[in-house]
């Protein structure tokens, strides 16, 4: 069982840079596959960014390609995103997830924990 609680998110302005933290509560996330989603209203959960166990392979979505990026520090069980030209698109609920299986994946159905969230806002 692992808990995750993200924090970082905030309302900003575009062109905004912001930084999310996932913290686990697992010893270590060393054995877990992490991503992040977002999710705004209306809207169905999207594939964020995703990072394999190692942290040596690293996977986005296309809106946000060459923007974000997500990193991991297994010995602190913490992953962030780093967000960079933030868009108002961008503006959601953004989720940590992680799972035990060896590839990113894309789909959320695949992904066995989330945090419960943290919210980003993006004003034009």
């Known amino acids: 069982q692992v808990q995750l609680v993200e924090s970082g998110g905030a309302l900003v302005q575009t062109g905004d840079s912001l930084r999310l933290s996932c913290a686990a509560s697992?010893?270590?996330?060393?054995?877990?596959?992490m991503a992040w989603f977002r999710q705004a209203p209306g809207k169905e959960r999207e594939f964020v960014a995703g990072i394999t166990r190692s942290g040596s392979n690293t996977y986005y979505g296309d809106s946000v390609k060459g923007r974000f990026t997500i990193s991991r520090v297994n010995a602190k069980s913490t992953v962030f995103l780093q967000m960079n030209s933030l868009k108002p698109e961008d503006t959601a609920v953004y989720y940590c997830?992680?799972?035990?299986?060896?590839?990113?994946?894309?789909?959320?159905?695949?992904?066995?924990?989330w945090g419960q969230g943290t919210q980003v806002t993006v004003s034009s």
């Open positions: 997830a992680a799972d035990g299986t060896w590839a990113v994946r894309t789909t959320p159905d695949t992904y066995a924990y």
């Open positions: 697992a010893q270590t996330i060393r054995s877990y596959t």
